[in-house]
């Protein structure tokens, strides 16, 4: 409460029940669309609520899919995630997984076709998905949750299931259920968001090439100045000595690095330079603030580009992403809470449903600054972290799972959270299946049906096919 206004009670009163399923998630980003899919696979009753009128979360804001491959090249996110991609591909609106110096690997992903094509997946696998409908609440019952309390234009509703799956990034289901959670660093401080933008009319091989044959003018983070000349598509990152310069000309630019990311379209380039520090994207003021100054920044970030960075002479402004990009909000606690130096050890877990290697990256939630830290390999992401304290017929996947501030910044890349989706609507089908509770659900088992559909984890038992 930010003022004090006071509270006022609300009547009780009966709401109808919309329907009743086996599996419902909740959230239809990267996350919660293969959570779906798998639930969905051998005939549960799965829905999907999305508060939005798509599918593709972040997916859709103009970002490069990071994780597919990990720091030594090979592929570690396979599975459900790879069939998306493979769909996207051959409407040639997603890349090959590109190797990158400092992402280890970007997938292109065109955002119109990812709400189309995740659609048509989700669909054709039976599931029922529910747009404009925002999760408000939940129906309890002692330590296990009956269903979901939904807002929309037909009102209050309830939508019952036996096992929920909070997709919703920001552990909507999860908090409202009374599992503990944890916000940003020791301080409170997450890290912030950003309104992404794309330009058009940018001629990416200036620019490219520029870098690559003047690579003391156009300095670059990390990526050597050579991967430009030899890559027609890339995420740059860096030009901070022109962001200075800009910077002292007297343009209002929050972030110290210029970050671009290329388009799947030809002379398209999406931006990732606003910043908006301090926003709470749980709050629907501090939200509106986090809009209305990232739409602010735009102005000046595009003169930037236009007057100081190569090939952005003739840019001009197509589109803002579809809503502000949130980073970090709220995450579980869980079963095990996955921490730094579980990431930076390259941490293998028995009950591992899923290989990442991305980076620590984490945005400054103060300045406009940034620090990556490598591990050198892989790590494994536990079952357990999907797994919430408290409540029994609840799995979380997605960037709010149970790990540190630190360890949110490593895992919360789209290839894993998708894989992590993956894991959990198998477990829930499992869950439903023998009428067990999620975190009864025999690893092992999952573990082989994983493997069985094509994911990968790093442990030697045999998929049993
Ligand atoms: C600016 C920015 C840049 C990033 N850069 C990259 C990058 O380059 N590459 C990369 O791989 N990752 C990047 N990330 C991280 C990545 O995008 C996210 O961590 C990831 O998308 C999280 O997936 P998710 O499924 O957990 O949640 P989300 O993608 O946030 O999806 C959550 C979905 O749930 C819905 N929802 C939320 N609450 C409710 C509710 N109560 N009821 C109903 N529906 C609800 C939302 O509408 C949304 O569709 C970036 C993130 C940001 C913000």
């Known amino acids: 409460m930010k003022n004090n206004l006071g509270t006022i009670q609300e009547p009780a009163k009966s709401i109808p029940i919309r329907t009743e399923v086996d599996v419902l ?27 939005r009128s798509f599918v593709g979360g972040n997916m859709t804001i103009g970002l490069p899919i990071l994780g597919f491959l990990g720091q030594k090249g090979n592929q570690i996110i396979k599975g459900l995630p790879q069939k ?18 400092l992402h280890m690997s970007l997938t292109l992903v065109e955002p119109e076709s990812v709400k189309t094509v995740a659609l048509e997946m989700l669909t054709e696998s039976g599931v ?3 747009f404009y409908t925002f999760c408000a609440g939940v129906v309890m019952n002692g330590d296990a949750l009956n269903g979901i309390i939904v807002e929309s234009k037909a009102g209050r509703e309830a939508i019952m299931a036996k096992v929920i799956i909070d997709c919703s990034g920001d552990a909507d289901v999860a908090y409202r259920s009374g599992v503990p959670c944890e916000y940003g660093n020791e301080q409170g401080g997450v890290q912030p968001p950003t309104l992404m933008f794309c330009l058009g009319g940018v001629d990416t091989e200036q620019l490219r090439l520029s870098v690559a044959k003047e690579p003391r003018t156009y300095l670059t983070d990390f990526i050597p100045a050579e991967y430009f000349g030899q890559n027609n598509q890339f995420v740059l990152v860096g030009m901070r000595n022109l962001v200075q310069k800009a910077q002292a000309d007297g343009l209002t630019l929050t972030t110290e690095r210029t970050i671009l990311i290329t388009g799947l379209r030809k002379g398209e380039v999406w931006v990732n330079m606003t910043r908006v520090n301090g926003v709470n994207g749980t709050d629907p003021e501090s939200l509106t603030h986090g809009e209305i100054e990232g739409r602010k920044q735009i102005y000046d970030i595009q003169r930037y580009l236009i007057g100081y960075v190569p090939g952005f002479e003739n840019a001009y402004f197509l589109k803002t992403a579809p ?18 130096e579980d990431i930076m050890g390259c941490r293998h877990f028995d009950d591992a449903i899923a290989v990442a290697s991305y980076p620590l990256d984490i945005h400054h ?3 406009g600054g940034c620090t990556l830290e490598w591990c050198g390999d892989c790590y494994d992401i536990p079952y357990r972290s999907l797994v919430p304290q ?10 709010c799972i149970s ?18 989706g993956e894991a959990a609507g198998r477990a829930a089908k499992q869950a439903v299946r023998k009428n067990i509770q999620p975190a009864d659900v025999d690893v092992q088992e999952l573990q082989q049906e994983l493997l069985r559909k094509g994911a990968y984890l790093r442990i030697n038992r045999e998929a049993t096919v």
């Open 25 to 51: 998630v909740v959230g239809g980003g990267p996350s919660g669309i293969t959570a779906a899919m798998a639930a969905a696979e051998d005939g549960l009753r799965v829905m999907l609520v999305e508060s």
């Open 84 to 101: 998306l991609i493979d769909r996207l591909a051959a409407r040639q609106a997603a890349s090959e997984h590109r190797p990158c110096p």
């Open 128 to 130: 029922e998905v529910l």
């Open 323 to 340: 809503f502000l990009g949130i980073r970090e909000t709220r995450r579980i606690n869980g079963l095990y809470t996955m921490t730094r």
């Open 365 to 367: 939630p103060q300045g």
């Open 390 to 399: 408290k409540i029994k017929n609840l799995l979380v996947a997605g960037r």
């Open 403 to 420: 790990t540190t501030h630190e360890a949110m910044s490593a895992i919360r890349v789209m290839a894993p959270c998708m894989a992590m």
